[in-house]
C-alpha cells in the first residue's frame, strides 16, 4: 500500500535551517507529482510546495526565496530545503501525493507529518 514518511523536522531558531525528507512506497515515484504542505496550529493545512514528474516546481509566495523542494527518484524520496526560517513556519510539515483510481476520483495519501518549530 501507499506509505509516505516525513522525518527531519525539529526545534531551529529564526534564520536557521532544516531539510525534511518524505520516503515514498507502494507505487511508481517517478510519475507522480509530490507536495508538501503545512498546517499551523489553528490554521488550515497549506500548499508549502511541489515537484511534478518531471521536476517542474512551484512553491506558495510565503516561502518562494527561502524553500526548495526536490526529489530524488532513485531514493523514492521527496525533499524540502527550508532556509532563513521564521517564526510563522511553525507548523507540522505533511509529504502528499495524489494517485488516479480506476472508476474513482482521484485519492490523496499523506504522511503522518513532521513537526517543525521555530523560535523567535
Known amino acids: 500500500q501507499v506509505q509516505l514518511v516525513e522525518s527531519g523536522g525539529g526545534l531551529v531558531q529564526t534564520g536557521g535551517s532544516l531539510r525534511l525528507s518524505c520516503a515514498a512506497s507502494g507505487f511508481t515515484f517517478s510519475s507522480y507529482a509530490m507536495n508538501w504542505y503545512r498546517q499551523a496550529p489553528g490554521k488550515e493545512r497549506e500548499l508549502v510546495a511541489g515537484v511534478t514528474s518531471r521536476s517542474s516546481t512551484n512553491y506558495a509566495d510565503s516561502v518562494k526565496g527561502r524553500f526548495t523542494i526536490s526529489r530524488d527518484n532513485a531514493k523514492n524520496t521527496v525533499y524540502l530545503q527550508m532556509n532563513s526560517l521564521k517564526p510563522e513556519d511553525t507548523a507540522v510539515y505533511y509529504c502528499?501525493?495524489?494517485?488516479?483510481?480506476?472508476?474513482?476520483?482521484?485519492?490523496?495519501?499523506w504522511g503522518k507529518g513532521t513537526l517543525v518549530t521555530v523560535s523567535a
Open positions: 502528499n501525493v495524489r494517485l488516479p483510481r480506476i472508476f474513482a476520483s482521484d485519492m490523496d495519501y
